[in-house]
């Protein structure tokens, strides 16, 4: 079966899909949709996905849009390793965590945001860079908390969830707006001992065929 990710190297959205798919060892090929120029806005891509956001993944004949949709599906449908709980208690934990990334962070420092803040808004770089750093830290403060409180080494335990799928990313994220993660040393730990995993390094940005180093 043919499974296509229409992605961006630098899209922590596009990220998650990656590291869930490298987890569940499925192949698939990659088409990318540069941000840069807008290709993501472009009539050909409004096809696939009117929202115009990538992640955007095919699998045979089936074609989905939204990370945490994509990833829950593969979850359901490649269900080894699982990345939820059978525990329902646990379960919405697990997904609680994954959305103070998803929804809570990740919607208001989006590439379209941004340049809202630029172009209708007149702000200037410095201001546009607070911002998405200070959203980065009020959502970090909670995922501390969590983190505290694992045993480790990843978010719930020793074993890999979707919160972690959705946390390396935004790490990333945060180290490139030069945010001060001194603040956050167990989330700095669990997001060390992730990077050590096949899956997550090799979504990384870096890695992807249309890099841009
Ligand atoms: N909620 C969506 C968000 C997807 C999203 O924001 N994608 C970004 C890249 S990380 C994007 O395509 N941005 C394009 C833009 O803002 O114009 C998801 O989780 O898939």
Known sequence: MSR????YWRSSASWRVRIALGLKGLDYDQKAIDLRTGAQSGVGFALLNPQGFVPYFIDGDVG???????????DEVYPEPSLLDPDPVKRARIR?????????????????????????????QDAIDDWYRHWIEEGFKPLEEIAEGSPGPYLFGDQVTLADVCLAPQMYNARRLRTDLSRFPALTEIDKALMKLPAFLNARPEAQPDADH
């Open 96 to 124: 609680a965590a994954a959305q103070i990334v998803a929804c809570d962070i990740h919607p208001i420092d989006n590439l379209r945001v941004l340049k809202y803040l630029k172009r209708q808004m007149g702000q200037e």
């Open 64 to 74: 989905l849009n939204q990370s945490l949709a994509i990833i829950e599906y593969l």
């Open 4 to 7: 296509v990710l229409y992605g």
